[in-house]
Antibody, heavy 124, light 106 residues
């Protein structure tokens, strides 16, 4: 059974940093690209960042580019999101998401398994 | 940048009725279009990918159609568990989601 368990969410002040983690199990982690998707309270889904299986392809939403860094450790079956210079508008539930297919670039696959999310609240 | 739109924002339907949800892309995404269902307090669930292929375990009452810029999700006979928010998402390039359609009980 595929499991994605996010952690690291917290209440932080604007301008501070936070690192999210996602522990993956139930599938061959290093075969799949992964993504972070967020959802502000009461709002829709917003893609944040994606990374290929070997970290060779990475991209970010314009809203986080230059502040967030995605990474993965295939030896630990883990995905990370380093979040710097946090803003109030970054407040959201952050989902770790697995891609459906293995043979295409990360931007060309639907998203088939989602974790339950970890809540990041940015407030003074 | 591709912009995804969905209509209507809210669809009020009686159980057993048919629901038709629309999704439009600002430029062609070929058939690289997925639909997700999200219930309150839950993570999204993949329903349809490739515009018309049902994901594993998804009931046959869910069907998708379209290509290019115009897409439709049809729920043939709404069950109580289908009342939720539905999002479309293009994956012709880095993911972009539509704003969602809430399917509510009439």
């Amino acid at each position: 059974e595929v499991q994605l368990v996010e952690s690291g969410g917290a209440l932080v002040q604007p301008g501070r940093s936070l690192r999210l983690s996602c522990a993956a199990s139930g599938f061959t982690f290093d075969d799949y690209a992964m993504h972070w998707v967020r959802q502000a309270p009461g709002k829709g889904l917003e893609w944040v960042s994606g990374i290929s299986w070997n970290s060779g392809i990475i991209d970010y939403a314009d809203s986080v580019r230059g502040r967030f860094t995605i990474s993965r450790d295939n030896g630990k079956n883990s995905l990370y999101l380093q979040m710097n210079s946090l803003r109030t508008e970054d407040t959201a539930l952050y989902y770790c998401v697995k891609t459906l297919t293995t043979v295409v670039p990360p931007q060309r696959s639907p998203l088939d398994y989602w974790g339950q999310g970890t809540l990041v609240t940015v407030s003074s | 940048e591709i912009v995804m739109t969905q209509s209507p924002a809210t669809l009020s339907v009686s159980p057993g009725e048919r629901a038709t949800l629309s999704c439009r892309a600002s430029q062609s995404v070929s058939s690289n279009l997925a639909w997700y269902q999200q219930k309150p307090g839950q993570a999204p669930r993949l329903l349809i990918y490739g515009a018309s292929t049902r994901a594993t375990g998804i009931p046959a009452r869910f069907s998708g159609s379209g290509s290019g810029t115009e897409f439709t999700l049809t729920i043939s006979s709404l069950q109580s568990e289908d009342f939720a928010v539905y999002y479309c998402q293009q994956y012709n390039n880095w993911p972009k989601f539509g704003p969602g359609t809430k399917v509510a009980i009439k």
